[in-house]
């Protein structure tokens, strides 16, 4: 208790010094006249009094956070400028991700060290309150260390999270400002190209712009004049020769390379690779010659750099004529039906090769004009009829060819019932979409936006060409990874002998890395796409960046790596239990006595708690602890028990089916009076498809709680059984013998076991066999069983074992005493009209019938 009051004297003390200090009075028990000066500390004085340094590895963080800052200071004052242009936009956008990702670097290596500082500091407890004894002077020393720990790795990780927002508002204030030029530069709107204020421009301005090309010619022909020399003239001509020869010799060249039969109707894989030899020896020369003729033209220095200009355009354009003409023959083999890589006719794929040759025809000189106007700095108003009348040519070509594609009304109304579109036709919608654009494009130019007609045509062609070379990937990448995984190949066949994988696997792997495959393909085909559209695709790396890697909602981290990772934590897990349960079910637990249920009842066990280590490890890594698991499955248990008891046991159950598959699809069941095959099992009610075609929708709860017999639980294996009677008086071995020769005969039977006969009873009039059969799938069983009936049938009879039938009869008994009474009256009535004929007048006397034929008469009127 002592030293706690000198220890509060003392701090009094230099509270009462600090504050004199700072008013400038002395402190008690100091000389007013002394000049102020700071104590020297107490040797017990408590760490807080004491100034906390910074530790060498926080400094090199701060200092590198003030490198940041400053960088995107200055970043912000280029983005402050109003001038910037698109290039500039995207510069400062380049330079600010990769502080993104420093800053985001920085935070996530503080994360690790600001939790453990946290846990060392809670390792202290919480401060003593008001009234409880305070600390000692090494707990209070330790836990203001610690406490400047957490708020030094704290206060760094703040300032590096306030400068990742202060880049991530730059990288949106350069990509708005991208997005609003770019669409202020689309919609920009001109004159209408019917306006005749337009023509009256372009007449006015025609004159000048004819003076600037001639001017131009004329520094050609002084340039040309000045620096042609014998040399310069002849790599010139050489270059230009070889060019010829490549885009003359390309014609030739591919088909002699390249044999497409036209009869022919050759595999995939010798298409896919003809069409991308066709598509490389029709585009690769083309861009070559056009090159190098570029190069020595620039090379030699023979015309201005405007000139210079318009020749790269055109001879680009003659290599995009030459590149869409190659693709076009590649995919669609005019005339070459069985090579062609769509389900597309021979005329739509003729017109279609020659419709994209004319569309790329009319960009390449459009744009070639267009550079020729920037050169000569041509009117605005040339420049917008220029790209107007190229933009509706182009739009006019393609709804010549839509046109063209449009079905004859004579052969729809010959059509009965519902129209079906052919596969060698193009596509209602496609046509659609192609009547769409035609009239997006016609309209923007008659309204006078021709900046959005020249750009709708530019973006149909490209994107025309990236899903063109995305079908050529995409068909390649299906060929090389997937039908070699897939079919008895070389590479499949070495795969599986070195690995060990069976061929369902490599199929299954093959199919796996196609699919992943087609999603990078489609993924950059849409960037390619967007990328026109002001779309960045460091706006598209970043959103994948944010959804891969984690983004926040509200307090919540969404991260699809974690989800992975999670993922696998809990695939992982499964597959350490299911190893430990194949080692106890093969290993440990027969070299036990244990009894066969009771090991069973282990394996399962383990099992399940296998399971829910791995689930709960996989939740852990989540964040998301087991008390809020409790809390979330109470809080659905008390809906389960009210109205939701029949759903939830249905679900639960179909949980149940499908992880311990007591049935799986494809299996023959029968359940109470039904049987069938298995089709679907899903969450609550599981599909049976009976023999008659019909579906049966049993709950998944009767499945689990109720009695189900599955004939392929362990196994496809049938029987097959045949009862057969013969008569008695035959040799029942040589029965057995023939029923046992019919079976071994049939195809289906298996002959392991082999077919057996059951002699089960011996009858008044027959004996009684039974022939058992098996089969190796329960499908044919019903098969099998007509055969053998046919066969058993055909070999009995003619071994005379089962006699031949004679003509039906029909025996009916106990007759005798009708009969008798139908006799009795015959008599009596034949009595009586003897006596009537004695009595009669004359007394003739007729002469009396037969006694049989009289009752053979009234049995026949008894009958009737």
């Known amino acids: 208790m002592q030293a706690l009051t000198v220890l509060r004297k003392l701090r009094l003390g230099l509270a009462s010094l600090a504050l004199g200090v700072l008013i400038g009075t002395p402190a008690p028990g100091q000389a007013p006249s002394s000049p102020p000066s700071a104590p020297a500390p107490a040797a017990n004085a408590p760490a807080e009094s004491r100034p906390v340094s910074l530790s060498e590895e926080t400094k090199r963080l701060r200092a590198k956070l003030d490198g940041i800052k400053v960088q995107l200071e200055q970043l912000e004052a280029t983005l402050a400028r109003p001038d910037l242009r698109d290039s500039d936009l995207q510069r400062v956008r380049q330079d600010t991700d990769p502080i993104i990702d420093q800053t985001r670097t920085l935070i996530d290596d503080l994360e690790p060290r600001l939790a453990a500082a946290r846990v060392r500091l809670e390792q202290l407890g919480p401060k003593p309150k008001e009234g409880e004894p305070e600390e000692s002077p090494d707990v209070q020393r330790d836990r203001a260390e610690r406490e400047a720990a957490v708020a030094e790795i704290g206060e760094t990780q703040r300032l590096a999270r306030a400068l990742l927002v202060q880049a991530e508002q730059i990288v949106t204030q350069a990509s708005d400002r991208r997005r609003a030029a770019f669409a202020r530069a689309l919609f920009e709107r001109s004159s209408s190209l019917v306006s005749l204020d337009l023509w009256s421009a ?4 025609l004159p000048r712009d004819m003076a600037a090309v001639e001017l131009l010619l004329a520094s050609w022909g002084e340039t040309f004049e000045r620096n042609a020399t014998a040399g310069a003239l002849g790599v010139l001509a050489f270059s230009i020769g070889v060019a010829i020869a490549l885009y003359v010799g390309r014609r030739h060249l591919a088909p002699r390379l390249v044999t497409r039969d036209p009869d022919a109707t050759p595999p995939r894989p010798r298409r896919l690779f003809a069409a991308l030899a066709v598509f490389v020896l029709g585009a690769a020369p083309a861009a070559a010659g056009s090159y190098l003729v570029y190069v020595v033209f620039d090379a030699i220095d023979l015309a201005p750099v405007r000139i210079e200009r318009v020749m790269g355009a055109a001879l680009g354009g003659l290599a995009f004529v030459a590149f869409c003409k190659a693709l076009a023959d590649a995919i669609l083999a005019p005339g070459k039906s069985g090579w062609r890589l769509v389900p597309l006719g021979d005329a739509p794929a003729s017109r279609t090769a020659a419709a994209v040759v004319v569309i790329a025809s009319v960009i390449a000189i459009g744009k070639t004009l267009e550079t020729l106007n920037q050169v000569i700095a041509a009117g605005f108003a040339i420049t917008v009829a220029t790209r107007g009348i190229f933009a509706l040519l182009a739009a006019l070509v393609l709804a010549e060819l839509l046109r063209r594609f449009a079905t004859a009304a004579s052969v729809e109304e010959e059509c009965f019932g519902p129209y079906v579109p052919s596969d060698s036709e193009v596509r209602g919608p496609i046509r659609m979409m192609g009547w769409m654009a035609v009239a997006a494009i016609v309209a923007s130019v008659l309204a006078g936006y021709i900046a959005l007609a020249s750009f709708l045509v530019d973006q149909l062609v490209w994107i025309c060409i990236v899903l063109a070379l995305l079908l050529l990937a995409i068909v390649l990448v299906d060929e090389l990874i997937a039908h070699s995984l897939r079919a008895p190949t070389r590479v499949a066949t070495l795969l599986q002998a070195n690995t060990g994988l069976r061929r369902r696997s490599l199929e299954q792997i093959g199919v796996l890395v196609s699919g992943v495959a087609r999603v990078v393909l489609i993924t950059t085909a849409l960037m390619l796409v967007l990328a026109p559209w002001g779309v960045d695709s460091l706006d598209v790396m970043s959103s994948i960046r944010a959804a891969f890697f984690g983004f926040k909602v509200g307090d919540v981290t969404v991260s699809l790596s974690t989800l992975i990772v999670a993922l696998l934590i809990f695939v992982i897990g499964f597959a350490v239990t299911r190893i430990v349960q194949r080692w106890l079910d093969t290993t440990f637990l027969p070299a036990t006595d244990l009894d066969a249920g009771l090991r069973n009842s282990i394996r399962t066990a383990f099992g399940y708690l296998g399971f829910f280590v791995a ?42 089916l499908l992880w311990e598959r007591p049935i799986r699809v494809g299996d023959l069941v029968v359940v109470g009076d039904g049987e069938g095959h298995v089709r679907k099992i899903s969450v609550r009610a599981t599909e049976i498809e009976t023999f008659d075609r019909s579906t049966i929708i049993v709950p998944n709860s009767n499945l689990v709680s109720g009695v189900v017999k599955n004939r392929v639980r362990v196994d496809r294996t049938g029987r097959v059984v045949l009862s057969v009677n013969v008569l008695r008086n035959q040799d029942p071995a040589r029965a057995a013998e023939i029923l046992t020769a019919c079976a071994s005969a049939h195809p289906d039977v298996l002959k392991e076991p082999p077919p057996r006969v059951v002699f089960k009873k ?21 098969t099998v069983l007509s055969d053998l009936n046919f066969a058993v049938f055909k070999e009995l009879n003619g071994a005379g074992v ?9 025996v009916v008994q106990g007759l005798t005493p009708v009969e008798s009474a139908l006799s009795q009256i015959a008599e009596a009535i034949a009595g009586a009209q003897r006596s009537e004929r004695a009595s009669a007048p004359g007394g003739s006397e007729t002469k009396p019938e037969p006694a049989g034929s009289r009752s053979t008469r009234l049995k026949a009127s008894a009958g009737n």
């Not at 372009?202 to 301005?205: D, G, P, Q, T, Y």
């Not at 089962?802 to 003509?807: A, D, E, S």
């Open 202 to 205: 372009v007449l006015r301005s």
């Open 615 to 656: 689930g709960a490890l996989a939740f852990s890594y989540l964040g998301l602890s087991l008390d809020k698991i409790a809390i979330v499955a109470g809080a659905l248990s008390v809906g389960i028990g009210f109205g939701l008891q029949s759903i939830v046991n249905n679900f639960v159950s179909g949980l149940i």
């Open 762 to 782: 011996i009858g008044d009039t027959f004996l009684e066999f039974e022939l058992i059969a098996y089969v190796a799938d329960v499908n044919v069983q019903q």
């Open 802 to 810: 089962i006699p031949p039938m004679g003509p039906p009869s029909l």
